[in-house]
């Protein structure tokens, strides 16, 4: 890693007790007036103020004590790089209570922090701006002078002056008076800075009252209040659900949802006032398909858990941002599995989270759980897959080992987030180490591979378990303390022996364990590791997976466990193939979803090589029974489940060039333009991406025509992330132009970008090229936030050769990005291990599936 910043936090000699705070908004020239009234305490005498403040101009600042002559500031030093001021005063500040007043100006910024604009079109067509917030991380200081550090609690008193026929919103509620310009809300809670927030724009709402009393309403654009109810019942069977598991009631007296046109993250949990994309709150019972709402069902799971998790108990400072992020991202799956059990969600955490956080962990350029960061642009590069993914993974895994005592977190006594408090909590309620446990699992990162052999003696078996780092480059040295569970073909879904494995290696017994049976370790796939079994272990299990004995989650784990290994080099990517063939029978979407991903990731190596055609037969022969199986038309009866898997089957098919598929998708795209017979929302991601992929440049005009009719964000999402199929040159050159066009909103040019580059090989080459060649004006859209990081890891996805890791590091040497320095080395590392693992295994995958097609002699 490139050097850290040196980096101080703030003096701790001022601090506020209360922000009362008073903005103006310009929403044509996009500027906003602010004053600023905070009582302070001065904890030790001095004769300046340092504050976070970023694109702030100060005009005047003065210090009142408490029943003392005002103290006019001297000077305003502004340090830009470290994004402070210091307010410099004559005279000695003294101990005790006083009124800090700044009058400033700031910027309705474009970059989506901070207080910016968002832009909207009315019902007549015309544009218009809103004026939003995102404070998290360390964006507060963009809105107003202020200490913008999660420890620094105050409570804030919140004015905004706005044009009357526009909604004002903010963290508490106001006195509804239908004339007022100036809008003053309640006081809030102690809270931190980063959760403050306020929104002026023009919006509907859905409204409804939780079982526990609370006021919930879903703000949407004008004319869409309809697509709020979904959320809108979510989030009221979700608060008291919450009630219940931190024996804590919600602590605001109302909680707002609202969909922004213009959002980088997904959404953010601002306390009673929760801002989300559009995609990740609207729902639209004609135009959605499943998958969004059940993404909906996630991202309110998890913010609503943070308005407790978060904001009610918030972490120290940012090394602890894992905690946060990786509990709500545990939990936003126990709540969906409370709302909708049907949706089978935790088989989905194996896929979408756990194997995604082990892939990621795998690298050398991982990073522990637990990192100590200062600078913002540091801060930024933490909110990844190892705080989210593995941090609710090990969570998960923790839950596991305990038993449901992790809710125990006594959140009224404690008001930061701090692991020791946590751990020794826990270990009292539950005798076990877990602290030594845990610090073996957040302090280094990385984790273990189990190897397993046995042997039968008699009625027993015995298990030899020992444990190495696994790489993705192959196997190191090192040791966790690592919670086993061991189940056997007895009874698949339930443990039999449990074992802590503090050492590299330890035998086990397991008695009465005849030798037709098979063993499987890690039942449920809820330790955070990977396995390798002996031969004959492995080949024990195979018929597990044919007749659906093994349970689905542990048939998914141990697919995705071959397919690193092999990736890793410590066996033969023809073995994973073989496995995968033993998955005929299989009807499980999530199970299917996690095949589908891997054989893409290897058709995409595979597209490097001469044979590139027979990976796809392959893939036409593996997904063929189950597609035929499905059919195109849903049937009485089914549910979200079965409309996931049909959908994942066609497209993959579809893509692959399945011609049945293709012709049923090219007829069924037709009738839908013309409007004869609209496509149902599940069907047309897989339609779109199948039609564009064999299509010319009539098709892309036809979804180009589509995605400008589209009245909902959702459809011109679906179409943005599948344009980049096509595979004419000069077609994938305008579908990226099209991606910095007006016609995209800013968050959503990544998407589009990252679906030219993981399209094809051509599309790879030019996806690269065309972020080089804008890559000023793709930086300055994205300046410091994620999204950067996203472009990037998008961009360079399937690399091999024709472009190694150098150009792209020397490209980064010499443009640089700060919050994405992690991101580059992580992209470079993959580009050399795809490398290695095409030229260790080609010829084999080779020979395998020209074997597999030969006539039987």
Not at 60 to 83: K, L, R
Not at 125 to 140: H, K, L, N, P, S
Not at 282 to 307: F, M, T, Y
Request: proline letters at 5%; hydrophobic letters at 40%.
């Amino acid at each position: 890693m490139p050097e850290r910043r040196p980096f101080v936090r703030l003096p701790t000699d001022v601090c506020p007790v209360n922000y009362g705070l008073c903005l103006k908004p310009d929403l044509i020239d996009f500027t906003f007036d602010g004053k600023l009234e905070a009582q302070v305490e001065v904890i030790q005498a001095t004769n300046q103020i340092v504050m976070n403040c970023a694109d702030i101009d100060i005009i005047t600042a003065s210090f009142v004590p408490e029943g003392a002559d005002e103290i006019n500031a001297t000077g305003f030093n502004y340090q830009n790089e470290d994004e402070k001021v210091t307010l410099s005063f004559p005279s000695s500040l003294q101990k005790g209570s006083g009124t800090l007043k700044i009058e400033f100006v700031g910027e309705l910024n474009d970059k989506m922090k901070g207080f910016y604009r968002s832009k909207y079109t009315t019902a007549a067509g015309e544009t218009r701006y809103a004026a939003v917030t995102q404070f998290e991380a360390t964006d507060a200081r963009r809105a107003f002078p202020c200490w913008d550090e999660p420890a620094i609690k105050a409570t804030f008193d919140i004015t905004l002056i706005v044009p009357k026929d526009r909604v004002a919103l903010s963290n508490m509620p106001y006195p509804a008076d239908v004339n007022l310009v100036e809008v003053k809300f309640g006081t809030t809670p102690i809270m931190s800075t980063y959760l403050v927030a306020f929104v002026i724009g023009e919006y509907d709402f859905v409204e409804t009252q939780s079982s526990d009393g609370v006021k919930v309403r879903v703000y949407t654009p004008v004319g869409k209040a309809e697509q709020g109810k979904f959320a809108l019942e979510v989030a009221s069977k979700t608060l008291p659900f919450y009630k219940d598991y931190f024996s804590v009631p919600y602590p605001l007296p109302k909680i707002d949802l609202i969909a922004i046109a213009d959002f980088a993250a997904g959404a953010m949990e601002n306390w009673g006032l929760v801002t989300y994309r559009e995609t990740a709150l609207l729902i639209d019972p004609k135009n959605s398909c499943s998958s969004s709402r059940q993404w909906v069902a996630l991202v309110v799971g998890h913010e609503l858990a943070h308005q407790w998790f978060g904001n009610l108990v918030t972490m120290e400072w940012w090394t602890h941002l894992w905690l946060n992020e990786g509990f709500a991202s545990w939990i936003e799956y126990l709540c969906v599995d409370h709302c909708f059990p049907e949706y089978d969600i935790w088989t989905q955490f194996v896929s979408a989270d756990y194997t995604r956080a082990l892939d990621l962990d795998a690298l050398d350029s991982s990073h522990p759980i637990e990192v100590n960061v200062g600078h913002p642009s540091e801060v930024d590069e933490i909110f990844d897959a190892i705080s989210y993914s593995k941090g609710a993974s090990v969570i998960r895994m923790l839950h596991n080992y305990i038993g449901d005592k992790v809710g125990d977190l006594q959140l009224e006594r404690n008001e930061f987030l701090s692991f020791k408090d946590l751990w020794d909590c826990l270990e009292q309620a539950s005798g076990k180490p877990i602290a030594a446990v845990m610090s073996s699992w957040t302090k280094q990162m990385g984790f273990p591979i189990i190897v397993v052999d046995q042997e039968q003696q008699g009625d027993d078996r015995i298990l030899k378990l020992s444990q190495k780092k696994f790489c993705a480059s192959g196997p190191h040295n090192g040791d966790w303390m690592v919670p086993i569970s061991i189940c056997t073909s007895e009874d698949p879904k339930c443990s039999k022996l449990r074992i802590l494995l503090e050492k590299s290696e330890t035998s086990v017994t397991l008695n009465g364990v005849g030798p037709d049976q098979w063993i499987k370790i890690n039942p449920g796939t809820v330790g955070f590791y990977r396995i390798q079994y002996s031969a004959s272990m492995m080949e024990s299990l195979l018929p597990g997976i044919r007749d659906l004995s093994l349970q689905p989650v542990d048939r998914l784990g141990l697919q995705n466990d071959l397919f690193s290994l092999s990736r890793a080099g410590m066996i033969s990517t023809v073995e994973v193939l073989k496995l995968m063939e033993a998955f005929v029978n299989e009807p499980n979407y999530t199970v299917w979803s996690d095949l589908s991903c891997n054989l893409g990731v290897l058709s995409s190596l595979l597209s490097h090589t001469e044979f590139h055609e027979d990976i796809l037969e392959f893939i036409r022969d593996l997904f063929a029974p189950i597609g035929i199986k499905l059919g195109w038309d849903s049937k009485p009866g089914e549910g979200h489940l079965d409309a996931l898997l049909r959908g994942l089957v066609l497209g993959k098919l579809g893509k692959a060039g399945h011609k049945p598929t293709l012709e049923e998708a090219r007829w069924r795209f037709k009738e839908h333009v013309e409007a004869k017979q609209v496509l149902p929302a599940d069907l047309r991601s897989p339609v779109y991406l199948t039609v564009l992929k064999h299509g010319d440049a009539a098709t892309l005009d036809t979804m180009l025509k589509l995605h400008k009719q589209a009245d909902m964000q959702e459809e011109k999402n679906r179409i943005e992330r599948v344009l980049g199929a096509i595979s004419a040159p000069d077609l994938i050159q305008k579908v990226l132009n099209f991606a910095l066009s007006e016609e995209v909103r800013p968050q959503d040019t990544v998407s589009v970008i990252g679906g030219v580059a993981g399209s094809s090989k051509q599309g790879r080459k030019a996806a690269w090229k065309f972020v080089r060649d804008n890559w000023e004006e793709l930086y300055n859209r994205y300046q410091g936030g994620f999204l950067i990081s996203r472009l990037i890891k998008v961009s360079c996805l399937g690399f091999i050769k024709g472009l190694c890791a150098f150009p792209l590091q020397s490209f980064f040497e010499s443009h640089p990005a700060p919050a994405a320095e992690r991101t580059v080395e992580q992209c470079c590392e993959n580009i050399l291990l795809n490398a290695v693992w095409l030229k260790r295994d080609a010829d084999d995958i080779h020979q395998y599936l020209l074997q597999r097609k030969a006539p039987p002699v």
